[in-house]
Structures are given as C-alpha cells and as structure tokens.
C-alpha cells in the first residue's frame, strides 16, 4: 500500500502558474504508475495526466497537452505536476493517485488517492 498526500494548489490568475507536489509513503513507489485527476463543482472526475513507474512515458488527455507536465522523483517518493498558461475552465479539485502496474486513464483503475488540493484560476 502506499498513502498519497497533495500540496501546491491555491489561488491564481488566468495565465499564471502552479506547480502540485503528491508525496508518498513506503519503499516502493517505483512500483506504482502515477496519475493526476481533477473534479469540478458538479462534474465527473476527469483524468489530467499519468507517468510510468521509472518516469520514462507520459500521458496526457488533449485538454491539458501542450500546458501541463507530469514528472516523478523516485528518490524522493514524489510526483509533481507543472501547470503554465492556466484557464478559468482548470478550476478544481486535483487529486493524486497511484496504481500498481502500467498507467491508465481510467479513474477505476486507481487503488490508492490523496485527498485532493484545491486549484482555482480567476479571469
């Protein structure tokens, strides 16, 4: 098992920049395929982003692509998530998850969750 926890969201304006930190627990974090995904006010949790479990591939949906950066640093146990040019429509909930196995981006194939960081962008 692995405990996730976020930290890095907070308030910022539209074309600025936040970078979210997800810390995790245990000697074996190199075992786990990381992903972020985020849920808005009344909408389903939507997939950001997901990297392999040595950091070498990266997957991210199109609305995000070109914009955000999913990386990892297995020696610190920690997967980040580099935001630029951020949009009033980025505005949620941003979690971090952890799956034993080869990335998806399927939010039910994620066993482990923080509890989430709040990132809102005004316009």
């Known amino acids: 098992q692995v405990q996730l926890v976020e930290s890095g969201g907070g308030l910022v304006q539209a074309g600025g920049s936040l970078r979210l930190s997800c810390a995790a627990s245990?000697?074996?974090?190199?075992?786990?395929?990381m992903a972020w995904f985020r849920q808005a006010p009344g909408k389903e949790r939507e997939f950001v982003a997901a990297?392999?479990?040595?950091?070498?591939?990266?997957y991210y949906p199109g609305s995000v692509k070109g914009r955000f950066t999913i990386s990892r640093d297995n020696a610190k146990n920690t997967v980040y998530l580099q935001m630029n040019s951020l949009k009033p429509e980025d505005t949620a909930v941003y979690y971090c998850?952890?799956?034993?196995?080869?990335?998806?981006?399927?939010?039910?194939?994620?066993?482990?969750w923080g509890q989430g960081t709040q990132v809102t962008v005004s316009s």
């Open positions: 998850a952890a799956r034993l196995g080869v990335y998806h981006n399927l939010d039910s194939e994620y066993a482990f």
């Open positions: 245990g000697r074996t974090f190199s075992s786990y395929s």
């Open positions: 990297v392999s479990r040595s950091g070498g591939t990266t």
